[in-house]
């Protein structure tokens, strides 16, 4: 695996080599051409322009990253920017595919980022919050509240609260503790106050279908049933729930 | 022999005491009649359950429904808090 990388890599670098950056008009000629189906002038535009992948990619490389899955992603950028470019607009198309570039690298950084799949706007908002939350415990000493962060960001508390719960850590059930080496699965299923969700879930299910069919009952069924069971909602409600006699000298006493 | 009489553990009144109530009340009626209301509630409970699960029962398995512990003491428990919601 690691030896197919390097040869991917090794083979992305040639390409660069082999492709020196194309001039102003032969870019435009390409494109031209590319853009009436010639498969061989968008290779060549997509070949040349490698570089560009390569420089931006290696600026968003982080260790925790495998830099070819990177510049993989950062290349089908490249390649919608080469179906995208209108050369008739004329600006540079290094200009415009920059940005599809970074948009597929940072998709990607976003994906890869955490196990959980966060919109890559809330999760470019949560790094503007951590930032400005910095600089306001930077000025003043102290957190700064979510009110505080949202007034100096211009944004709605409920969404700087919903950035930061949608990229907040998460853990994994199946994670060990390293000093008791028991895993959080374990700690929640040894948990007696533990229940089922699903049991849960159940329960008041079954609690909502019995209360609906308690309401078929008539007055005279339901006063019967409490007196039965001795269900009252004050036990001193003897008038409502009338007692034994044996009873109203115990709670006389 | 097939057991006929709704029976559950509980803290409440015997059936010559309900009757006796009800009829101080104005609603005359012995102890088998309190029995048979008794029994007649929670058979209409429990038919009212097994209709709104879509389950097609016929009286007599509805019946050993109604008479089980574990029913009565679910339907207990909710007409226990019903008032207190």
């Not at chain 1, 102003?24 to 000629?29: A, D, L, S, T, Y």
């Not at chain 1, 031209?32 to 600026?59: F, T």
């Not at chain 1, 007196?227 to 729930?241: K, M, P, Q």
């Not at chain 1, 007692?243 to 109203?248: A, F, H, S």
């Amino acid at each position: 695996m690691q030896e197919y990388k390097n040869t991917y890599r090794q083979q992305y670098s040639k390409i660069v080599k082999e492709n020196p950056i194309l001039t102003r008009k032969e870019e435009i000629r390409l494109s031209r051409e590319a853009k009436k189906g010639s498969e061989y002038a968008r290779n060549k535009l997509i070949q040349s322009n490698y570089r560009l992948v390569m420089s931006i990619a290696k600026r968003y490389h982080r260790k925790d990253m495998d830099f070819d899955d990177l510049l993989q992603e950062s290349s089908i950028g490249l390649i919608k920017a080469v179906d995208k470019f209108d050369p008739e607009l004329g600006y540079k198309f290094s200009t415009y595919a920059t940005w599809w570039i970074k948009q597929a690298a940072l998709q990607y950084l976003n994906e890869s980022a955490s196990d959980i799949k966060v919109p890559t706007h809330s999760r470019l908002l949560y790094q503007k919050i951590r930032k400005k939350m910095a600089e306001l415990e930077e000025q003043s000493g102290k957190s700064p509240t979510i009110k505080e962060v949202a007034v100096a960001l211009e944004e709605p508390v409920k969404k700087i609260k919903y950035a930061m719960k949608a990229n907040d850590k998460i853990s994994s059930l199946d994670n060990e503790n390293e000093e008791t080496g028991s895993t959080l699965l374990n700690k929640v299923s040894d948990n007696d106050d533990y229940v089922n969700p699903e049991t849960l879930m159940l329960n008041k299910e079954l609690k909502s279908v019995i209360r609906k069919s308690l309401s078929l009952l008539t007055a005279k069924e339901e006063k019967i049933l409490r007196l039965r069971f001795g269900i009252t909602e004050d036990i001193t409600d003897t008038e409502n729930f009338p007692v034994t006699n044996e009873m109203k000298e115990y709670l006389n006493d | 022999m097939t057991k006929k009489y709704v029976t559950v553990k509980n803290t409440g009144l015997g059936l010559y005491d309900i009757a006796k109530i009800m009829t101080d009340e104005g609603d005359k009626m012995n102890h088998s009649t309190v029995r048979n209301i008794i029994n007649r509630s929670f058979v209409k409970v429990a038919k009212s359950i097994t209709s709104q699960y879509g389950l097609n029962y016929d009286d007599e398995r509805i019946f050993n429904i109604a008479k089980s512990p574990e029913f009565q003491n679910s339907v207990v428990e909710i007409l226990s808090r019903k008032k207190n919601e």
